[in-house]
């Protein structure tokens, strides 16, 4: 049985690479887009500084769709859009693109619903010394809400590992990909086992690190 | 220095008006510490957000230093905020930052540089009394030293104005003592105006020059502390004052009692043993005091006296006329000929 995982080796470290990858560009775009989203949720509700009800209604009803449409058909949907982007539907940077359109309307929820959890009066003694509303998103909203954005980040990587496997089953390419072709096409529990372990060692590191991160930035 | 005009503030909860603010007229002078006392739900909080315009009035006008905030860009209100500093009853700081990074935004915010914030900084937390907690997060401070360092955020731009929301309310009476303490030495030496609203008329003896009391979003009386004290002419006035001068004798004691019992007050300098002690002498009757109390409000004294008179009715009631001449209020609790009970 050993002899089965050791052969299989080189194939499982790039697919594990792969998974990595998928997932990591996922997450560097759910920061870059899914973050500032969830920040203009929050700011434009009601009774706070910037409350504007046309754009939360519109931003809330993107957010909506997209995460109303189930990730293995939002793939498929999205193959025309990867495939204009990329020139390809195969392989992870492909899958990335699916994964990360699913990942910002994702975090930008648990963005917004960590920025809620801030006391309203700390932001209304911003506004009271007269700080724009730039600065009380810079130096108040964010500094407040980073332990909720990191356990989000860490909540957002953790079920984007699981939808990179769905991702595996179209091209995608990663541990999900190897999973299917051994476990499932092949009949090679031996493999399968193995990438089910690597994955549950992977979403404990996952965890642990996000855990550990929140911890050290909270004050409270 | 604030000017509120017909301030009104309404909402609307489930289809229903609610009136926070009712048709409100006020005058802050410059310099003075003005309380705003009322039970909870009675406005008073919301009159006060309506000065820096954290709430909007329905209606009515809110005039600052001459200026009136509504005609103001968003640009110029921020500017015009930043010279009202506001302290809370739940200190609203930044639990991510330290006592230091907390006073600095207020800083920031008015756009100066590092080196003058360094600067500004140090000598507030020097004023609190904070100095050498400036690396510390305010989960580590205590209740006293949080509104310590919200009031050092409220000064950081010097401003004109300290609106203080019931500032001493979660506060032990301890440490209530020291902070107002505090207000009053910024009063004091650095002439700044304060607003301060409270439902603990202590706060208001404490510190305030001239007072309004608040009930169900309107201004019900408002005059000098010393005139509330001495002479409340509203229902709710008299319950508020009595929080601080309490003459509630025991029932036991007021069975026992068989001459007239009356209560007089003494305003200013009048001292009060001297004019009991001369109608003792020019009148054949016995007297009693059975309870008495002098308060010292923005230092006057204001002294209270519950006596028993007792002896000819007659002699009784021309001495009761007497003091009626000689005190500022003489109040016949109890005449004695009917059954015994408080008026």
């Known amino acids: 049985m050993m002899e089965r995982v050791i052969a299989i080796l080189p194939e499982l470290n790039q697919a594990f690479l792969e998974t990595l990858l998928m997932v990591s560009i996922a997450l560097a775009v759910a920061i870059l887009i899914g973050l500032p989203f969830g920040i203009l949720l929050f700011v434009t509700d009601r009774g706070l500084f910037l409350e504007n009800v046309l754009v939360k209604r519109v931003a809330g009803l993107v957010i909506n769709l997209i995460r109303s449409v189930p990730f293995v058909i939002l793939l498929v949907f999205l193959l025309p859009f990867t495939q204009f982007l990329l020139n390809t539907t195969i392989g992870p940077l492909a899958a990335s693109v699916s994964l990360s359109v699913a990942a910002i309307p994702f975090y930008a929820r648990i963005v917004e619903s960590s920025a809620r959890d801030i006391d309203k009066g700390v932001i209304e003694a911003a506004i009271a010394v007269g700080a724009s509303p730039w600065m009380i998103i810079k130096s108040i909203i964010l500094p407040e809400v980073k332990p909720g954005l990191i356990t989000g980040l860490t909540i957002t990587a953790i079920s984007l590992i699981g939808y990179s496997a769905m991702a595996g089953t179209i091209g995608g390419g990663g541990i999900g990909d190897l999973a299917i072709r051994y476990g499932y096409y092949r009949y090679d529990n031996t493999i399968m086992f193995t990438t089910v372990i690597v994955l549950i060692v992977l979403v404990q590191v996952v965890q642990y690190l996000g855990d550990l991160v929140a911890r050290v930035v909270s004050k409270r | ?343």
């Open chain 2, 1 to 343: 220095m604030i000017k509120l005009e017909n301030i009104s503030k309404k909402y609307n909860s489930k289809g229903k008006q609610i009136i926070g603010v009712d048709d409100v007229t006020l005058t802050v002078e410059a310099g003075e510490v003005f309380g705003i006392v009322g039970y909870s739900g009675a406005g008073k909080s919301t009159l006060l957000r309506c000065i820096n315009l954290l709430e909007k009035p329905t209606s009515g006008k809110v005039f600052v230093d001459g200026v009136n905030l509504h005609e103001l860009s968003p640009k110029d209100l921020r500017k015009a905020r930043q010279s009202i500093g506001m302290i809370f009853q739940g200190f609203h700081l930044v639990s991510s930052k330290t006592v230091f990074e907390n006073v600095a935004f207020a800083l920031r915010a008015a756009g100066a540089d590092k080196k003058q914030i360094k600067l500004r900084v140090e000598e507030l937390l020097a004023l609190v009394g904070l100095e050498d907690r400036r690396d510390q997060y305010p989960a580590q401070l205590s209740g006293g030293q949080k509104q310590r360092v919200s009031i050092a955020r409220a000064l950081a731009n010097q401003p004109k104005i300290l609106l203080c929301d019931e500032a001493t309310s979660a506060l032990d009476p301890g440490t209530t003592k020291s902070i107002l303490s505090l207000l009053k030495k910024i009063n004091r030496e650095l002439g700044l105006t304060i607003v301060v609203i409270t439902h603990e008329m202590e706060v208001v003896k404490e510190i305030c020059s001239r007072c309004a009391v608040m009930q169900d979003g309107k201004v019900v009386e408002q005059g000098s502390t010393y005139d509330i004290f001495s002479d409340p002419a509203n229902p709710l006035t008299v319950s508020f004052i009595q929080t601080v001068l309490n003459f509630d004798l025991p029932k036991e004691l007021l069975e026992e009692i068989n001459g007239k019992l009356v209560r007089l007050q003494f305003k200013g300098s009048i001292a009060a043993e001297a004019v009991v002690s001369d109608m003792l002498q020019a009148f054949p009757i016995r007297g009693n005091i059975l309870h008495g109390k002098v308060e010292y409000i923005q230092s006057k004294p204001l002294g209270i006296f519950i006596m028993e008179l007792n002896g000819n009715e007659a002699e009784v009631n021309k001495a009761i006329a007497y003091l009626r001449d000689k005190v500022s209020k003489v109040e016949v609790l109890d005449d004695g000929t009917r059954n015994r009970h408080l008026a």
